[in-house]
Structures are given as structure tokens and as C-alpha cells.
């Protein structure tokens, strides 16, 4: 067998760049009441730090607030530079929806010990508060039936902690952890996996 120099074959070891004239979905942040999730992840920061705070990442990266420290997502920190967020709704191609559900799950089911019934019921009962001021209070849901609107569900669960979520929320793109075939609540066809958070304290 023949050796072939090096020179022989060549090889561009260069990390490509990313074409700058690639346009990229610009997304509306809904401006919900802050009880639906500032006010939460203020109160209890275990909420922006615990594996299930990417439903707070995702929401302050595209407010540009604050860069979370932690070894997660260092493509999504690009979020904070690029221009993806639009403050004019009728521009977005994609609607997002900042509900810390698990947030508030964990308040009752973990903090308050008020069981696993009684906690379910009072998530579902948040999640429909906020999505009824989305149904109620803008146009855009219906312009689309929510296929354009994107929530996050930070949990192995996914939307079930939203027990209304197939009558409410089921066109709507699932951003979560699992993405296992075999789960009822994941469409391979729109649902996106995401890694989940764990900041070293």
C-alpha cells in the first residue's frame, strides 16, 4: 500500500462560520402579568438555579437581561447578541410564552406539601390564568391557533403539569427535555429537546 503525504489530501480544520445573511425568526416575548413568572423566580431563586430553570434562562436571555452563570447552552447565550426579539408582534414569526409552571409546582408540591393533587390542580389552574390573557387579551394566538407560540417545559414531564395542555396548548411548539418518540406530549414534528440546567452553587 502506496503512503500518501500529508500534503496529499487536504484537510480545512477551520471551525466554519455561520453565513451572516441567514435570517434568523424573530420572536415576541409576551409581556405577562410578572405573578406568571418574575415575581416566582424573585421570591425563590432555586427557580432560576435548580434543573428546572431553563424556563427562566430562555426568558431572560431573550430580554437581554442577565447572562446566568453555569456550564449550559453557550450557543444560547447568542441569544443576548443577536437581534431575534422584536417588540412589534406584528413582525414575529414566533410568539413566546414566559410561564414558570414548574416553578410553581414546585412551590406547592415541594415547598408547601399540599400533595400531588392539590398542586396539579392549582399549576393547571396558573396555566390557564396566563393562557386565557394570551386567547383573550391579543389576536395572535388565533391567527395561527398557537402553532407560531412556544413554551417551555423544563421538566421530565413536559406539558403534563399542565393537564388542560391538549386542549389548550396542543398546536403549540413544546420546547422540554425528552424528546422520547414513545411520550404522548412529544411531536417530533414541532417539539424541540433542550438540555436541562444545573448551576454548580
Keep these: 500500500m502506496?503512503?500518501?503525504?500529508?500534503?496529499?489530501f487536504h484537510i480545512d480544520r477551520r471551525t466554519p462560520q455561520v453565513q451572516e445573511d441567514i435570517k434568523l425568526p424573530l420572536i415576541y416575548v409576551y409581556d405577562l402579568p410578572a405573578k406568571f413568572n418574575r415575581e416566582l423566580s424573585k421570591k425563590y431563586k432555586r427557580c432560576s438555579t435548580d434543573q428546572?430553570?431553563?424556563?427562566?434562562?430562555f426568558?431572560?436571555?431573550?430580554?437581554?437581561r442577565k447572562r446566568m452563570k453555569g456550564d449550559i447552552m453557550s450557543d444560547?447565550?447568542?441569544?443576548?447578541?443577536?437581534?431575534v426579539r422584536?417588540?412589534?408582534?406584528?413582525?414575529?414569526?414566533?410568539?413566546?410564552?414566559?410561564?414558570y409552571g414548574e416553578c410553581y409546582l414546585w412551590i406547592y408540591e415541594m415547598l408547601q406539601h399540599v400533595g400531588a393533587d392539590k398542586s396539579f390542580s392549582l399549576t393547571?389552574?396558573?396555566?390557564?390564568?396566563?393562557v386565557k390573557v394570551i386567547k383573550e387579551q391579543h389576536p395572535?394566538?388565533?391567527r395561527s391557533g398557537g402553532r407560531d407560540h412556544v413554551f417551555v417545559f423544563p421538566g421530565a414531564r413536559g406539558p403534563t403539569i399542565f393537564q388542560s395542555w391538549r386542549e389548550q396548548i396542543k398546536e403549540a411548539i413544546i420546547l422540554c427535555p425528552e424528546g422520547d418518540r414513545k411520550a404522548s406530549f412529544f411531536n417530533t414534528h414541532k417539539d424541540i429537546v433542550i438540555p436541562g440546567l444545573e448551576i454548580d452553587p
Excluded: R
Excluded at 502506496?2 to 496529499?8: G, L, Q, R, T, V
Excluded at 428546572?52 to 434562562?57: I, L, N, P, S
Excluded at 426568558?59 to 437581554?64: S, T, V, Y
Excluded at 422584536?86 to 410561564?99: E, G, Y
Design 59 to 64: 426568558h431572560e436571555a431573550l430580554l437581554q
Design 2 to 8: 502506496k503512503h500518501c503525504p500529508d500534503s496529499y
Design 124 to 130: 393547571n389552574d396558573f396555566f390557564m390564568e396566563a
Design 86 to 99: 422584536t417588540k412589534d408582534p406584528s413582525k414575529a414569526d414566533l410568539f413566546f410564552v414566559p410561564i
Design 76 to 83: 444560547l447565550l447568542s441569544l443576548q447578541q443577536s437581534n
Design 140 to 142: 395572535w394566538w388565533n
Design 52 to 57: 428546572y430553570g431553563t424556563e427562566v434562562f
